[in-house]
């Protein structure tokens, strides 16, 4: 958890990012991984972004976790152990009731998914998005985007190519706002559910800019940014904002 109090165009509010893990298949990594047969994920985490400002109030729920499927990576002498697929259970059925549990949390569901499409992390990749095709739900969606492959050699401009992807989607779903009079402006209708292979570093970036994204609106609508400004030209609170983001993202492991 993070809190902080900032101030832009000489107006104070308050932000703060939670963190929640769940209960449900608890462990660490590489002993821990995929789902139980109540659909529960590995390292799932929902993470809320709040804005409060003059009785006003924001927030954008993301989540993370483990790939929704019967898998392990048993560790062992090497560095990264291959990732072990299992073939005899029923995959689709733990996959089903993983993703029934979050649509009846939070709406609709897009998977954005971090993971390598070569080495050892392709097979992964491609059973995950053919269990999204067998699942044939229409309130799901699949995106994968290459992280490592993307953003070689330090061209981390390039992450703009999926928040770009996925802007309407995100602009669909919305955010939960409330006014100073305890009026409800609008509601969530869906969330970003991201992974990488320990939902950590990459998934961690991934948030972080959809975050950032939807604080740009959510400031704006409060009336603490002027239409046009944009909280990455603030450069305190982009200090403070980085800062928190680890300690609100990382903190959970």
């Known amino acids: 958890m993070a809190m902080s109090t900032c101030c832009i165009n000489g107006k104070i509010f ?3 990012l939670i963190s929640r893990r769940s209960c449900f298949r608890a462990g660490v990594r590489y002993y821990v991984r995929g789902i139980d047969t109540e659909g529960h994920a590995a390292n799932f985490v929902e993470t809320e972004q709040i804005v409060q400002y003059s009785g006003g109030k924001a927030s954008f729920v993301q989540t993370r976790g483990s790939i929704p499927f019967y898998w ?3 560790p062992n002498l090497k560095y990264k152990p291959t990732p072990l697929i299992s073939k005899t259970i029923n995959q689709l059925d733990g996959f089903q009731r993983h993703f029934d549990s979050q649509i009846i949390l939070y709406g609709k569901q897009v998977i954005l998914n971090l993971v390598n499409q ?4 392709k097979p992964l990749e491609q059973a995950f998005a053919q269990m999204v095709s067998n699942l044939n739900n229409g309130m799901v969606r699949y995106i994968a985007f290459d992280f490592h492959k993307e953003c070689s050699r330090m061209r981390w401009d390039r992450l703009q190519i999926l928040v770009d992807a996925v802007s309407e989607m995100q602009d669909e779903f919305g955010y939960f706002l409330v006014d100073s009079e305890g009026k409800v402006l609008e509601h969530q209708e869906g969330t970003f ?8 570093d990459r998934t ?3 948030q972080s800019l959809l975050a950032r994204r939807s604080l740009n609106s959510q400031l704006q609508r409060l009336g603490v940014l002027h239409m046009g400004q944009k909280v990455e030209e603030q450069a305190d609170f982009e200090k403070m904002y980085k800062n928190g983001q680890g300690k609100g993202l990382s903190g959970a492991w």
């Open 14 to 16: 308050e932000w703060t």
């Open 72 to 74: 392990s990576q048993r």
């Open 118 to 121: 070569k080495g050892c992390e």
């Open 193 to 200: 559910r991201s992974n990488c292979m320990d939902c950590l």
């Open 204 to 206: 961690n970036v991934i």
